[in-house]
T-cell receptor, first 115, second 115 residues
Framework: AQKITQTQPGMFVQEKEAVTLDCTYD???????LFWYKQPSSGEMIFLIY??????QNATEGRYSLNFQKARKSANLVISASQLGDSAMYFC????????????FGTGTKLQVIP | GAGVSQTPSNKVTEKGKYVELRCDPI?????LYWYRQSLGQGPEFLIY????????DSGLPNDRFFAVRPEGSVSTLKIQRTERGDSAVYLC?????????????FGPGTRLTVL
């Protein structure tokens, strides 16, 4: 089974609107971290936001927030007030705490912001 | 402070040749990771180091791939007898520790093309 599933290969959003990028995960660990990265066409992976499995509040970082629903094993990224510079690939990733140290990435969602 | 750096940014080689890719992590980060990203895919884990030792090399595809980190800082990924299927972007990341809360920060990657 896939550990990280991103079901939206591509998304469009109007500039200044909000957009939600979906991510579901699969783990039997109680301790894990969820991460979102942005990868513009330049290729560099840019860290956006982190959510720990024990965090009770949804993480927020500026215009980014993470809608964490633990029971449903989902960790959707919400980008508010989209900007043209938000056009990029977005990857959801998970790091499990049970001695399994590597990070597993999803296949990504390509977001295009329309002026 | 300085981020993760990788050299070269681009490497073109011929099938059968040997290549070395270098990664310089963020100062003070004990963990270092190598990933491979093929076009349209998320990063795929190769190997990670905790200090000087390879703590998990389960992602290395075969024995043509090898990585070292002799002094616990800079790492080199070595590929022998390159094949066309090795063409990809090789990403390096580092993190302060290896807990599930530790964020990985990525370098700009090395684009390897095997002709």
């Amino acid at each position: 089974a896939q550990k990280i599933t991103q079901t939206q290969p591509g998304m469009f959003v109007q500039e200044k609107e909000a957009v939600t990028l979906d991510c579901t995960y699969d783990t039997s660990d109680q301790s894990y971290g969820l991460f979102w990265y942005k990868q513009p066409s330049s290729g560099e992976m840019i860290f956006l936001i982190y959510q720990g499995s024990y965090d009770e509040q949804n993480a927020t970082e500026g215009r980014y927030s993470l809608n964490f629903q633990k029971a449903r094993k989902s960790a959707n990224l919400v980008i508010s007030a989209s900007q043209l510079g938000d056009s990029a690939m977005y990857f959801c990733a998970m790091r499990e705490g049970g001695g399994y140290q590597k990070v597993t990435f999803g296949t990504g969602t390509k977001l295009q912001v329309i002026p | 402070g300085a981020g993760v750096s990788q050299t070269p940014s681009n490497k073109v080689t011929e099938k059968g040749k040997y290549v070395e890719l270098r990664c310089d992590p963020i100062s003070g980060h004990t963990a270092l990771y190598w990933y491979r990203q093929s076009l349209g895919q998320g990063p795929e884990f190769l190997i990670y180091f905790q200090g000087t030792g390879a703590a998990d090399d389960s992602g290395l595809p075969n024995d043509r791939f090898f990585a070292v980190r002799p002094e616990g800082s800079v790492s080199t990924l070595k590929i022998q007898r390159t094949e066309r299927g090795d063409s990809a972007v090789y990403l390096c990341a580092s993190s302060l520790g290896v807990g599930f809360t530790d964020t990985q920060y990525f370098g700009p990657g090395t684009r390897l093309t095997v002709l």
